[in-house]
């Protein structure tokens, strides 16, 4: 089922966490990784990897023509820290015609494998390396992505 951040009425973040998502993470891990957790701070991570996953925005300004879109290049910043302990912060977008930021519908899936992915690699466990299967999404738009904003965006270098 999607996950949607929560949100204080008529204000949207630049970014998101998912700690309700920890144990479907921890779930896909348990067969490599014995115990995981999710860290609430930024600060003191061992690594740092940006990568994408996919997810579903919607412009709330009731103004806006534009009611919604999707992107498959929805920013996330994994931070792993000692002892298995992670955190991953996802960065919204902006809506093309009136410039607000949107209201997003994560992808729960691919939050899920980039999150699993990423704790596994830097566990060292062996694993092939991720394919992803080449679909194209609209053109990435930088000036919209806080993920660029802030330079941990792929699609912004």
């Known amino acids: 089922m999607p996950n949607k951040p929560p949100k204080p009425k008529n204000e949207a973040k630049t970014s998101y966490t998912y700690p309700s998502l920890h144990h479907d993470v921890s779930k896909a891990v348990s067969s490599d990784i014995a115990k995981t957790w999710f860290s609430k701070k930024s600060g003191g991570a061992h690594s740092e990897y940006s990568t994408h996953v996919m997810g579903k925005f919607k412009c ?7 009611r919604g879109w999707g992107s498959k290049k929805v920013t996330i910043l994994i931070r792993g820290f ?10 919204n977008q902006r809506c093309r015609s009136c410039n607000k930021l949107g209201t997003l519908t994560l992808d729960d899936t691919s939050y899920v494998e980039r999150v699993a992915y990423r704790l596994k690699k830097w566990a060292g466990v062996k694993m092939e390396d991720q394919r992803y299967d080449g679909k194209v999404g609209p053109p990435h738009k930088t000036e919209l992505c806080e ?5 941990y965006c792929q699609g912004g270098r």
């Open 82 to 91: 000692s002892g298995n302990g992670y955190n991953a912060v996802v960065f």
């Open 60 to 66: 709330d300004n009731g103004g806006c023509s534009n």
């Open 147 to 151: 993920g660029c904003k802030r330079g």
